[in-house]
């Protein structure tokens, strides 16, 4: 896994990260391999087996979800809705509460916008 450092992204023009490489599954619980992290952004690529889902949480950054593969459904605020491959979700850092299920194996790409 390639894993960006601040002060390495300064000297770069363009980075290709190949997510799909990176994407693993545990009976465990989900998985999360962080990708790039700099001052304005931390992106990871996450694997849900069926069942497993992130505990409802408050983040203090706006968040985007991209689903690469699979089925789900996000709570937010009290609210589900169903979402599935090529998904894209907002969710504003003033939400309360958060929180993503898998109905079948699936990936997520999740972006913190800082």
Same mark, same amino acid.
């Given at each position: 896994m390639t894993f960006m450092q601040p002060n390495k992204i300064k000297s770069q023009k363009m980075r290709i990260f190949e $997510?799909? /490489?990176m994407i693993q599954f545990s009976q465990k619980g989900h998985t999360k391999s $962080? %990708?790039? &992290? /700099? &001052? !304005?952004i931390k992106a990871q690529v996450m694997g849900f087996e069926p069942g497993q889902r992130i505990p409802?949480?408050?983040m203090d950054r706006d968040v985007v %979800? %991209? $689903?690469l593969s699979g089925s789900g459904k996000i709570i937010v605020d009290g609210e589900e809705k169903k979402i599935e491959k090529h998904s894209w979700i907002f969710v504003p850092k003033e939400i309360?509460? !958060?929180s993503l299920q898998a109905d079948t194996r699936m990936s997520v790409l999740a972006i913190q916008l800082r």
């Open positions: $997510v799909a /490489s $962080v %990708f790039y &992290d /700099s &001052d !304005r409802p949480c408050k %979800f %991209f $689903v309360e509460s !958060r």
